[in-house]
């Protein structure tokens, strides 16, 4: 399996796992990674805003990067968003010559007109250069930006490096079929959709034509058993499954303290050694945290594979 | 049950129902109004995003508040926020004097500073007049506006008039429960919490403290269940029910077609004829329908009060 | 002269005078108009932002079009935005049937990708009927939305009815230049190029190819004169005269405060008989009103014409 | 003089000279040192947006502090503001070990409540360290983030580090007036104040009480000579000197093309080679380039030293 336009499956956006004196916890590093890849991952994303990226020193990030590439037997992704095209350029030279497969591009949030967004695209691709794969994060609630679907046809049009469109719109189950229908037609080039959002749509979106999911959602091998049940038809199943989880995919994908709900959960499976984050954070109160106990309470009883 | 600092229970939005030709279908607004108190609401809110306000001439909107009081048992809220204060002024008035138990504020979506927002409220309840009780929109999702802690209580102490925060920030469990505290201590006078966001956290809100929901989901037999079960202290039991119906709330909770979703499942229901929506609107398309459809027969099947 | 894709000269942005007790001043209302008129304007603007529309009941915005549409001799344009596509509708409807000559219509604040523009202006035009003539306002300043020139060719082409562009983006004179270059290859159709922006680079935007002045500068026989000079080909006469001007149209052209600056500038030049806004306002301080009276006094030096 | 609460006079925003190639061009770094320094400024700020911070691989950003700072003998003050706190506290640690006098930060863009903003700035006062002497940045034309005096006193409060505002709110004159009468009564500790907004109010700023200038306008000389007639009390000199310039100030406070005319005159005057601009760029037009030029030509009949 490659990071191009066929890619499917399963891609764990990664958490960024640090010791109690908030130095990076390599040996987590190393665990999360074999984590993602015995849950049945596909590929792989790391130095996202669930990365903590922004909280990383240049060569602690590459140190990472590096670090997930060699244990890694499925492509990785990295995140290069970044305000300064001079760093995003730097960031994706080091990590395609680190050995990742590709990169990841959202749009600036002050960008508002498609004339605006196209120029951002061209100023991107400049940077990180015309032969990097790439994908394409669609995340307007977060971003501040909207993407068309005519915006992202002519972004596909114009860039054919770019393999994969992260889809994360809100509502964007039409957005996938008006993207799809193209595709059919042919007035549109392929490409890999992978959606996010938390997966809070993720039991419509594989029936919709997205090819599986890129989110950080702390039980990747109920994703790659969802995509499983997608892909064979089992519609009543993977709905089963899907609503079993849902008011913990929910509680997750609350801004802010989203990261320390899977920091916490994944803590909890084993996956990290502890859920601290770097400062700025917005972390879980005691009682927050009785709220996940709960819900991974209730989780356990209805998917007994998720019992810890 | 009055509106005020002791308000409780169930506020259903209501949606405005239109006939075929887009005319306001008054048969239909007085079955819904029915259906609102039959399922068991404490109150209702008209008037607002929800009920398609801004389509409505403002004789059309007086003809149905009208029309909303007089066959109510319960107190009725009017939305009333409007860019121009002129228009706030005469809405309000006019609302107060059809029997309008109180009206409903929100936050001007250019505002950014706390004292940008304090100004704003001082002009708003200068035109509503300062004996009309009013609830405070806390939607920054939707409005832009964030307002703090700290910035609800100066509202709260600036203005004796407001009676209830309807609370719908995200995250905003946390947010309750400071409020709660500052008023348990005595920092904070007594006001009524109504949670919103389409219910998407009502399994927790009340335990956090909060009175109840305030939302337009087209279940309100439902939510005042699981008000019942919250006060009683079932709580597995308002967990299990509010897990059978999160599918269908999560689905509701996309903006922009939340409406549709809404409309559709409401005259699926009988309580409107027709759930079509005057200009400009997001629809439902056949496959988003039969999405629905699908959600609302895996909900009969774990919640068969929900069948139809 | 009409208002038509030929229109040209200066269409002032009216201010809307009150009595002491805040009841509009019709007395005023008059005067201004013959002031305006006198001054040498090919037309006028009336209930825009600078108008204090928004602080106006329905009844009185259209007494007051039909004051100044029955005195006028030249065309009145009528602002006509509002979140609400109703009120929108009625006002436009009831503007023509005043006798305006056109309506003025801007993009709404929330408004990003170039499809959700293109839909709002459809909705717009539905909404005032496709045989109003009208003016699109260009003005990301204030209205945060950025229309591109490709995305204004579009509205161009999709509605024929739209007869000229209120072009007060910043910077706005290549956009200008470059309209004007797709008009002259026969890419976009011929209409009618106003600027605004307070008047802040009439200097130089009639050599860009505007047609003239739409702004509420409390000199708009000023405007007039700089308009005769650039098209009699006096460019350094045309830049003494605006050089003359600017300190006081760069202090006019403060957010917030530019009304209150303007409606003392008119006050005291005998257009209206007092400065006082309706609330919310931003008033001038003693000290602000000094600086303009010294302002005003170094302008009468450098323009005898400008002389109290 | 040193950058503390009572610094004075003018500071330069610096830009950051290339070579044809896009290489930095360090000789022009020296020249334009220079240029400032005999112009009588009285502090230097580097690395800032006009300054392309952002287009600076970090190892050039330090080598262009160092060039700086060493030739320097007045202090500079070197921008720091990254949406990484990382980063930011890495730039801050750099370039005071390079013998920065202080740093400079804007509050970043996706702040809204005052809440949010003072936990920022705690962040950022963490990164840089609570020893190192800074200056607010109050840019809400271009940060999209308003701070209110209550707001900026409790920054005050807060920071005993922050020895500066950098005034460029719209309007902003009320403002100055306000903070120093809290200052005056004791409400409020000393701290200096700068204006910019491209120097577009700087003929009222000092009247109000500001100490001087932080901006890029290309005549520094000018602004120095304009403090001088402002400090003796020279109302009348002060005015017409301003007057003079305002029209290229104005010209030169373009959102986006600002850059390209201050590069272009500074280049003109001889205090850089090349006015080249490293990608993303807004460059002038050959049309723009002549309006600066027929400026330039009109300054220097007003103002004799102006002449190139």
Chains 1, 2, 3, 4 share one sequence.
């Not at 960024?16 to 049945?40: I, K």
């Not at 605006?116 to 695209?121: D, N, P």
């Not at 109920?222 to 008011?247: I, N, Q, W, Y």
Request: some cysteine.
């Amino acid at each position: 399996m490659t990071f191009g336009v066929d890619a499917k499956g399963v891609y764990p956006i990664a958490a960024t796992p640090f010791n109690a004196d908030l130095s990076v916890d390599y040996d987590s590093v190393d665990r999360l990674t074999e984590f993602y890849q015995d849950a049945g991952a596909t590929g792989m994303t790391i130095l996202g805003i669930l990365g903590e990226a922004q909280k990383l020193e240049p060569e602690e990030s590459l140190t990472i990067a590096r670090r997930v590439i060699a244990r890694s037997r499925v492509p990785v992704v990295v995140g290069v968003s970044n305000p300064s095209f001079a760093v995003m350029r730097r960031l994706a030279r080091e990590a395609t010559d680190a050995g990742a497969a590709g990169v990841m591009l959202a749009p600036a949030s002050h960008l508002r007109s498609d004339e605006q967004i196209a120029a951002y695209f061209h100023h991107c691709v400049e940077a990180i250069g015309p032969d990097v794969p790439w994908a394409l994060q669609d995340y307007p609630l977060t971003l501040s930006v909207v993407l068309s679907v005519p915006m992202i046809s002519r972004i596909m049009k114009e860039h054919p490096s770019c393999v994969m469109l992260k889809a994360e719109d809100w509502p964007g189950l039409e957005k996938i079929s008006a993207i799809r229908k193209l595709q059919a037609t042919g007035d549109l080039r392929k490409f890999s959709i992978l959606t996010a959002n938390g997966g809070l749509f993720l039991d419509f979106e594989p029936e919709r034509g997205s090819d599986g999911a890129m989110t950080g959602y702390a039980f990747p091998d109920m994703l790659v058993e969802l995509d499983r049940l997608h892909r064979e038809g089992e519609r009543d199943a993977a709905h089963d499954l899907f609503d079993a989880h849902l008011p913990l995919i929910r509680f997750e994908q609350q801004q802010g303290i989203g990261l320390a709900v899977r920091k916490y959960v994944l803590m909890r499976r084993g996956a990290i050694t502890s859920d601290v984050q770097r400062s700025p954070r917005s972390s879980l109160t005691p009682t927050g945290r009785s709220e996940v106990d709960y819900l991974l309470e209730r989780l356990a009883r209805k998917d007994p594979r998720a019992r810890l």
